[in-house]
């Protein structure tokens, strides 16, 4: 966290990550309505395995959906998690879901199978809960630990339905690397120095 950052109340941090995160749903059903309206140009932006030229689908893939029902389905998690994730500072908030978003592409990328094509903020959501339900046991603060324990019992039943491979239209694969890219990030990112009050 930044100095500015530090001398801010709760009150000012609660509002920044709401803010952020109001903004970031927002975008991303914007970004559905763009792609009704253009008869579905862009669900292209999803990643297809192993095509060289999908790389540079891997990060706009997180902010696609197809469909107002599969963005709606992501809204409340990605609002929540994003939010709680946030509160621990923007910065660091911008770090986490940069390497999530970059770590879970690359794996769909990898291992997908074939003639595929993998979009949505879900892995974003597996991997935002991930992160919330270790990262209080890994920096040992008790307020991390009833979030990440709240986190689980919210949304743990849903995480595991997600991950199973038996569902058709779904990115298990996807699932997967995001949730273990979110606890990997609370292990990269862990702070070294006291919870600001």
Known sequence: MTGRELEWSRGDRAKAAAKVMVGWVAL???LEVVDVASGHALDGLGITPRTPSELVDVVPAAFIHFGF??????????????FLAALGGLRRFAAVCALIIVADGLGVWLIAPAHTNTAGASGLIFGLFGYLLVTGFVERRPLGVLVGLLVGAVWGTSILVG????????????HLLGLVAGVATAFVFKRRTPEPA
Do not use: D, F, I, R
């Open 163 to 174: 991950l199973a491979p038996t569902q058709s239209g779904v990115s298990w694969q996807g």
């Open 28 to 30: 991303l059903w914007l």
């Open 69 to 82: 029902a599969h963005v709606a389905a992501n809204t409340v998690p990605l609002l929540v998690m994003g």
